[in-house]
């Protein structure tokens, strides 16, 4: 049992360049969220979805996008990367109800 | 707005010392809380939660947390702590706002020295 994978698990960037981080999760959880994790601010929520076809925004979506078109992939995407998205960024899961998230291994962000 | 704050933000401790670290939060109505731990370079691991009842929760590794809603508080406390106990220590509150995601405070990180 896989639980949560994220990948890349690193990944540079340049200023304007685009990419997609991927999270996938095996436990058939409805819920599944992004966040980002900065020195001093804890984890904010970037985006999230409760289910296929279902996405929302948190407390910090600017400058990202989601989709959810499978219950088992939740994919991040930054269409042009800015340096003060440079952190480290998590993917969570969860069962409907359930409110214990489940969290991946986390992708490491430098945009330079 | 809710928010969550953890006034520590790093605790320096020897081992077998006893820890404490603070939560509070602020939100009007029925609160479901938790505390993560995240180790060196590794993910969120949950360590306890409290939904209802018992306010004294215990969690893994010799963890324990009590909600006093009066004080708007839930406090993460060990009795002694050991080297391994090293990590990021993060509280979180349900945001309903936000289909029950979580919302997490900045963090507490504890150093053990052994």
């Known amino acids: 049992n896989a639980g949560v994978t994220q990948t890349p698990k690193f990944q540079v960037l340049k200023t304007g360049q685009s990419m997609t981080l991927q999270c996938a999760q095996d436990m058939n959880h409805e819920y599944m969220s992004w966040y980002r994790q900065d020195p001093g601010m804890g984890l904010r929520l970037i985006h999230y979805?409760?289910?296929?076809?279902?996405?929302d925004q948190g407390e910090v979506p600017n400058g990202y996008n989601v989709s959810r078109s499978t219950t088992e992939d939740f994919p991040l995407r930054l269409l042009s990367a800015a340096p003060s998205q440079t952190s480290v960024y998590f993917c969570?899961?969860?069962?409907?109800?359930?409110?214990?998230?489940?969290f991946g291994q986390g992708t490491r962000l430098t945009v330079v | 707005a809710q928010s969550v704050s953890q006034h520590n933000h790093h605790v320096i401790l020897s081992e077998a010392a006893s820890l404490e670290l603070g939560c509070n939060y602020s939100y009007g109505g029925t609160v479901n809380l938790f505390w993560y731990v995240q180790y060196p370079g590794q993910h969120l691991q949950l360590l306890l939660k409290y939904f209802s009842g018992d306010p004294l929760v215990k969690g893994i590794k010799g963890f324990e947390a009590e909600f006093i809603k009066s004080k708007f508080s839930f406090n993460l406390r060990k009795p002694s702590v050991q080297w391994s106990d090293t990590a990021e220590y993060f509280c979180a509150v349900i945001a309903p706002r936000w289909a029950n995601n979580l919302f997490f405070g900045t963090g507490t990180r504890l150093t053990v020295i052994p």
């Open positions: 969570a899961s969860s069962r409907q109800g359930d409110t214990e998230a489940f």
């Open positions: 979805s409760v289910g296929a076809g279902i996405t």
